[in-house]
């Protein structure tokens, strides 16, 4: 009976000592798990917006990329085409800090294909940010084309390298004047968060034989 009693005494105190959670763990569990989730569910997502970011900044570079190409094949193959006003032979060439004018046998849709009359643009939107654009028509037609070449700098203008017969050295300006002839070379600045990229095309343009004999004709009055 004492061996039987002593078992029945023990039985309560071996249930009180084995292995279980009590309602307060379990609920510290589920917390420490919850918190767990999310910060993992937030690195994820932060992981995630980076590589938007990433993908999104190269596709802009590349953009970028793409649309120098495009400006810098068209005004190394500016060409001295002329049209008739009232009889009057005026050349397509036109430049400003915010605009560009001239005619190039490098089309941005066609490729190598024929002449094409480009202006660039610089537009403002509504948070200052500047734009540039193009347009474009094939010599001959009166349909023209847009596209959008670079987008949201703080600033994007045009310089010209200006040199006269009788300078030394050159400088760039901001507007061609000059009826004869065309600039040597021309920049293109993009201006963003400070820093300004810019770009420095030579023109190889051959000048037409009506602008070759007032160059000459010019020259020899200046003598």
Not at 113 to 124: F, L, M, N, P, Q
Not at 133 to 143: D, F, I, Q, Y
Request: hydrophobic share 40%; no cysteine.
């Amino acid at each position: 009976m004492k061996t039987a009693q002593l078992n029945i005494r023990r039985h309560p105190f071996a249930a009180a000592g084995s292995s279980g959670f009590t309602l307060l763990e379990l609920m510290i569990s589920f917390v420490i798990i919850g918190i767990i989730v999310v910060i993992i569910a937030s690195a994820m997502k932060l992981g995630l917006q980076a590589v938007d970011k990433g993908e999104n900044k190269i596709d802009s570079l590349e953009r970028i990329r793409t649309s120098m190409n495009i400006v810098e094949s068209q005004i190394q193959s500016m060409t001295p085409l002329t049209y008739d006003d009232n009889g009057e032979k005026k050349r397509y060439f036109a430049g400003a800090a915010d605009s560009l004018q001239f005619s190039t046998n490098y089309s941005i849709w066609g490729g190598e294909r024929g002449y094409a009359v480009v202006s660039y643009t610089v537009e403002t939107d509504g948070d200052g940010k500047q734009t540039l654009k193009a347009s474009e028509n094939v010599v001959g037609m009166e349909n023209s084309r847009e596209a959008t070449l670079m987008k949201s700098f703080d600033k994007i203008y045009f310089e010209y390298f200006y040199k006269g017969p009788t300078d030394e050295k050159g400088k760039w300006v901001e507007k061609w004047d000059d009826d004869i002839n065309f600039p040597e070379k021309m920049k293109l600045h993009l201006v963003y968060g400070g820093s300004d990229f810019s770009m420095i095309i030579p023109i190889r343009t051959v000048p037409s034989p009506e602008q070759a004999a007032a160059r000459a004709s010019l020259s020899s009055t200046k003598r």
